[in-house]
């Protein structure tokens, strides 16, 4: 009779979705606080319906792009530090093998693991996969978790061009009434994504909501106060 083997067990743990969680959140935040606020500004100002839209096309083109140019120096420059202790941990095992294998065995005892065990355990993982097993519990580099420039700068770049159309709708839809439609549009928008990031992250969703909502509100406040100050002078 033909032995089936065993399923192997896997879980999808919330912390898998860190890195691409992250990029989409900050995207979005962003579309949405800076596109209304610089058009709010505008608006204050008296400016036409025309112009407060070419500045909420442009926030959302400038915006789009400079996510995902930041996003990806920034997540380049984590994968360069985690590609060079890589590289430190590589050397370190072929020069001192012994010295790695105690040290690693070291980190097993201090958690609590019977120092014979904790040796046992150690020398298992080292001639299974010594460097993976050292980059996991020296360094905390894991597989699901490394640096990744490009899904960060592309999903950055997608999330704020595609939420920073939330005040545009809301212009295009109210063209005459563009400083209460913008804000009830945005602040709905960012209240709904506060509560699906805190769900996506096992966070409590209301104080989650309420912190995006109240620092979005606050910017185009600041932002139309500003805008109108501008128009007064000008005028």
Do not use: C
């Amino acid at each position: 009779m033909k032995r089936v083997a065993p399923r192997r067990h896997h879980e999808l743990h919330r912390s898998q979705r860190e890195g691409w969680l992250r990029a989409g959140v900050l995207g979005s935040n962003d579309a949405i606080v800076s596109t209304s606020a610089l058009m709010m500004g505008v608006a204050a100002s008296d400016a036409t319906p025309n112009a407060v839209m070419i500045a909420g096309v442009a926030a959302l083109a400038a915006g789009a792009l400079s996510m995902a140019v930041g996003e990806y120096v920034s997540v380049s420059s984590q994968r360069d530090a985690e590609q060079a202790d890589i590289a430190i941990e590589k050397r370190e095992l072929a020069e001192t093998p012994d010295g790695e294998l105690k040290e690693l065995a070291g980190i097993y005892r201090d958690r609590g693991v019977e120092p014979k065990l904790a040796m046992e355990v150690a020398k298992q993982l080292t001639e299974h996969d010594g460097l993976g097993a050292h980059l996991r519990e020296e360094l905390g580099i894991v597989p699901h978790n490394g640096a990744r420039p490009v899904q960060a700068a592309l999903v950055s770049a997608a999330s704020f061009g595609t939420f920073a159309l939330i005040p545009i709708a809301a212009l295009v839809l109210v063209p005459t009434h563009a400083l209460y439609a913008i804000p009830v549009a945005s602040l709905g928008g960012l209240a709904s994504l506060g509560a699906l990031g805190a769900y996506l992250g096992g966070a409590p969703i209301v104080p989650a909501a309420a912190r995006v909502t109240i620092g979005g509100a606050i910017a185009m406040a600041v932002t139309a106060l500003i805008g109108r100050l501008l128009g007064v002078a000008a005028g």
